[in-house]
């Protein structure tokens, strides 16, 4: 199922708040539009937002009412403003806003119709690259899986969350298409349900065996021998290899660790921020209490009790067994094998 469509010089995204319910497709004819899904999470997963914002800038100079490059660069800058600040945690977002900034601003075209074709093949680049990194990720990754792995993932890091095939998912469906059997158990992911409503939905449409668990019921079936590794996503990755990942990521690491099972992260290079040295400088996005309290319109906590939200924990270098990238599997010493493949000029 496509998340992020463009046709006809239209964007339209997959509601996935309505999931797996009911498929709903918004049709995104402002930017405006494309931020609000994102705040909202009706198109979420860090490489997902990164591509539907750089689709959003282009929806944002649909509009754009002036033939003067500058006064066009200008609005731009301002609505990749907005479309940045929408969500704070995935890297990805600021990536590809500022991929798109970059490429305009040093582009030798002049007319803004020459910009305004740019700007959307690179957006389409962006989408595109996304696909294959996540491929060849698949292609590393599946490696670390021998036949009938079982294996647990959190939140969801599947074609849903990507522009599509998925990063941890992508791990999974890349072992399945290699003839292997494998088994998975998602997390349900509280308090949004992306394990419940999106991994096991994509797990089912794929037709690889899922079976679902609440938070809490980890720990319980690591200590039963059930899970042979962990694979999970990231929002973003530092220098020195800390991951921040949907909250409850970094209980299930230490988990895994406690278990001696491996706990590896599959992410694509944008994911990485070089210019971050290490997690505790990651902003951490805190959401909406009501997100905690209540459930399908319904609450769940007395009126009044206070709550703490954030969206994303810190998972530390020293508990991730390997990083699965478009480049190979990362093995610690991070500060010195990341730099190796995000800057690869100044390592050799
Ligand atoms: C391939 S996506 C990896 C992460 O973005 C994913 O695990 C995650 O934490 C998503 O959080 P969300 O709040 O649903 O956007």
Redesign the pocket.
């Known amino acids: 199922m496509d998340s992020i469509i463009w046709e006809n010089n239209r964007l339209r995204l997959l509601d996935q708040t309505k999931l797996p319910e009911t498929i709903e497709y918004i049709e995104c004819d402002d930017y405006r539009v494309v931020a609000e899904a994102i705040k909202r999470?009706s198109v979420?997963?860090?490489?997902a937002?990164g591509a539907a914002a750089a689709y959003g800038l282009v929806v944002g100079a649909q509009k754009i009412d002036s033939a003067d490059r500058k006064v066009f660069l200008e609005r731009l800058e301002a609505i990749a403003g907005e479309l940045g600040a929408t969500r704070p945690t995935?890297v990805n977002l600021r990536w590809a806003l500022e991929r798109m900034m970059i490429r305009l601003n040093t582009a030798d075209e002049q007319s803004v119709e020459e910009l305004y074709k740019i700007m959307l093949e690179e957006a389409h680049a962006i989408f595109n690259e996304d696909v294959q990194s996540n491929r060849r990720m698949g292609e590393f990754g599946q490696e670390l899986l021998p036949d009938g792995s079982r294996v647990l993932t959190h939140?969801?890091?599947g074609a849903l969350?990507?522009a599509g095939y998925?990063?941890?998912l992508g791990v999974i469906r890349a072992a399945k298409e290699k003839g292997k059997e494998v088994s998975v158990f998602a997390d349900e992911t509280r308090p949004?349900l992306?394990g419940a409503r999106l991994t096991s939905w994509e797990m089912v449409q794929e037709g690889i065996p899922v079976t679902l668990i609440t938070d809490g019921m980890a720990g319980y079936l690591m200590s039963k021998k059930k899970i042979d590794c962990v694979i999970?996503?990231?929002?973003r990755i530092t220098a020195n290899g800390d991951v921040a990942?949907?909250i409850g990521t970094y209980g299930v690491a230490v988990l895994a660790n406690c278990h001696d099972i491996p706990f590896y992260v599959a992410a694509p290079l944008s994911t990485i921020d070089m210019r971050l040295s290490s997690g505790n400088d990651i902003p951490i996005e805190e959401r909406d209490p009501k997100e905690v309290t209540h459930h399908g319109g319904q609450a769940m906590a007395p009126e009044g009790v206070q709550v703490w939200n954030p969206?994303?924990d810190v998972t530390p270098n020293s508990l991730v067994k390997a990083i699965i990238t478009e480049m190979g599997v990362v093995y610690p010493p991070y500060a010195e094998n990341l730099a190796k493949i995000c800057n690869p000029k100044k390592e050799a």
């Open positions: 999470l979420r997963g860090a490489p937002i995935a939140c969801n890091a969350a990507t998925g990063t941890a949004l992306q999970v996503g990231a929002d990942n949907k969206a994303f």
